[in-house]
């Protein structure tokens, strides 16, 4: 069974911290990963991962691939209180409309 | 620019009534879909469409009829409504299934099922 798990489930930090979330999948037929930021409504688009070891990268935030060991981390520095939000983690696969989303990681930046 | 758009925000119903979610997009997307929301779960799709005239089933569907008979619409309809399908749920679209190509989200309905 496809399993998109993201870890940590929340996350408190301070303004100016950096901070990593993770995101381990098991799916057949991998075709990309993305990363997504929910606020209060709908889930905006940040990255589209389809290769290993290549860095996206958008301001303060960046993201990177590991096929082989399976997962992706979603970095953001010198966070704001801006920041806060659900990130969520889904993966797109080949021959198959479904794309799997994990359950999301919930940030609170503190000013 | 709408882009895609839901109603209605909010909706409360009894377990037995029916209704229809709104889903509607001005970017001629071909693809649209179906997704509800549920806490600790992430987003499960539950209907989606590459086209007018087609639909398919996506990892949750039981208790969902969907149809397209426009490229801009696509309605979700629950025949029966049940406290199981309390939920948000968020219609999304994007020009095609390619993987590059972003899934723009409607704002949400919250539904609850009493």
């Known amino acids: 069974e496809d399993k998109v798990v993201q870890s940590p489930l929340s996350l408190v930090v301070h303004e100016g911290d950096t901070v990593t979330l993770n995101c381990s999948y098991e799916?057949?037929?991998?075709?990309?990963l993305l990363w997504y930021k929910q606020e209060k409504k709908a889930p905006t688009f940040l990255f589209m991962l389809?290769?290993?070891?290549i860095e996206k990268k958008s301001g303060r935030l960046s993201s990177i691939l590991d096929k082989k060991e399976l997962f992706s981390i979603l970095n953001i520095t010198a966070t704001q209180t801006g920041d806060s939000a659900v990130y969520l983690c889904?993966?797109?696969?080949?021959?198959?409309?479904?794309?799997?989303f994990g359950a999301g990681t919930r940030l609170t930046v503190k000013p | 620019n709408a882009g895609v758009t839901q109603t209605p925000k909010f909706q409360v119903l009894k377990t037995g009534q029916s209704m229809t979610l709104q889903c509607a997009q001005d970017?001629?997307?071909?693809?649209m879909s179906w997704y509800r929301q549920d806490p600790g779960m992430g987003l499960r799709l539950i209907h989606y469409?590459?086209?007018?005239?087609?639909?398919d089933q996506g990892e949750v569907p039981n208790g969902y009829n969907v149809s397209r008979s426009t490229t801009e619409d696509f309605p979700l309809r629950l025949l029966s409504a049940a406290p199981s399908q309390t939920s948000v749920y968020f219609c999304?679209?994007?020009?095609?299934?390619?993987?590059?190509?972003?899934?723009?989200f409607g704002s949400g309905t919250q539904l609850s099922v009493l």
């Open positions: 999304a679209s994007s020009y095609s299934q390619r993987p590059d190509e972003k899934l723009f």
């Open positions: 799916v057949t037929n991998f075709r990309s």
């Open positions: 389809t290769s290993s070891g």
């Open positions: 889904a993966v797109d696969k080949y021959n198959n409309n479904d794309m799997r």
């Open positions: 970017m001629n997307h071909e693809y």
């Open positions: 469409s590459v086209g007018a005239g087609i639909t």
